[in-house]
């Protein structure tokens, strides 16, 4: 079996047995098979040298420490299954130490920008006037996806992809299949709700609309409105909300969500649990948050404090 048979081989066992999403296991595909070109004979026969002067090759290609870590992640994985399998007889990663990265602060918005962009986006579906024009549906959909995003803290890939059920039950809460195909609860905000009520009925005005099982329908490949043009679209809005476009993205306002729940008290756990995140760890990018928390705590309560 050849590299290439065998990098299959991987992502169909990530894919079923730990059920990979597809943009995960695009990734995967993209890193093994780039070290799979660099390394002579392949990345499935590579030894620890062989791995170790790609790495190098990447780093002086002007990588950063992150993509370098990622990619070393997966090929740490796909020889972790080749082990497994029988495959192989030893690891070649194991040796190997992962690139130095630092852990950079999520980028986030303060409150205040969060409420004129939400403001932004419900004056102009409030302006888009009558009828099923594609400025004015437009502008609701936004107004929608805003509203749901700021109040759940969505992956995108997540929001996009959201069923019309959610917006037909108009319930408090609602379940979402995420990352692992884990299903996980969210909140809806009653701001959040309204929009999508409002979005829901010019939809329905759609003909084209009326047979999709998604929420915000969209003639692509998937059937629904892409990530790439809620970026566009989002930074649009921010742009004429005062804000710059390229400190927002859809990502940022999941950040937002989380890190402003934090500030007003929430616990980490539970903000662990809305955002999806499998591994507390992962959730601790935000203990900046807590930690300045704490310090207005005592600063404003402490009876020794100035």
Do not use: C
């Not at 370098?68 to 690891?91: H, M, N, P, T, V």
């Not at 701001?191 to 999709?212: H, I, Y």
């Not at 993205?249 to 809305?274: E, I, T, W, Y």
């Amino acid at each position: 079996m050849n590299s290439a048979a065998r990098i299959e081989a991987f992502l169909e066992m990530m894919s079923a047995e730990r059920g990979a999403a597809e943009n995960t296991l695009s990734s995967y595909r993209r890193d093994l098979e780039d070290a799979s070109r660099e390394i002579d004979g392949g990345l499935a026969g590579a030894t620890a040298a062989d791995i170790r002067a790609y790495l190098d090759d990447i780093a002086a290609r002007g990588f950063a420490p992150t993509s370098q870590a990622r990619k070393l992640s997966a090929i740490r994985q796909f020889f972790k299954f080749l082990y497994a399998e029988g495959l192989r007889g030893d690891d070649p990663t194991g040796t190997l130490d992962s690139p130095k990265k630092g852990r950079p602060l999520p980028k986030t918005m303060s409150e205040a920008e969060t409420g004129r962009l939400i403001d932004r986006a419900a004056t102009e579906a409030g302006d888009a006037g009558m009828g099923y024009s594609d400025d004015r549906l437009a502008a609701l959909r936004l107004h929608a996806l805003v509203e749901v995003l700021y109040a759940t803290g969505l992956r995108v890939s997540e929001l996009v992809g959201l069923p019309v059920t959610v917006a037909q039950r108009d319930d408090r809460f609602f379940m979402v299949r995420g990352k692992g195909d884990k299903e996980r609860m969210v909140p809806l905000s009653a701001k959040a709700r309204a929009a999508m009520r409002t979005w829901l009925a010019a939809r329905a005005g759609v003909p084209a609309f009326a047979d999709s099982p998604f929420l915000f329908p969209a003639a692509s490949d998937s059937g629904y409105l892409s990530r790439q043009v809620f970026a566009r679209d989002l930074k649009g809005l921010a742009a004429r909300a005062g804000i710059a476009s390229g400190k927002i993205s859809p990502h940022v306002l999941r950040h937002a969500f989380a890190s402003h729940l934090l500030q007003n008290g929430a616990d980490l756990r539970a903000v662990q649990q809305l955002l999806g995140h499998a591994d507390i760890s992962t959730t601790q990018i935000y203990t900046h948050v807590l930690e300045e928390r704490l310090v207005r705590l005592v600063n404003d309560h402490h009876p020794l404090a100035d």
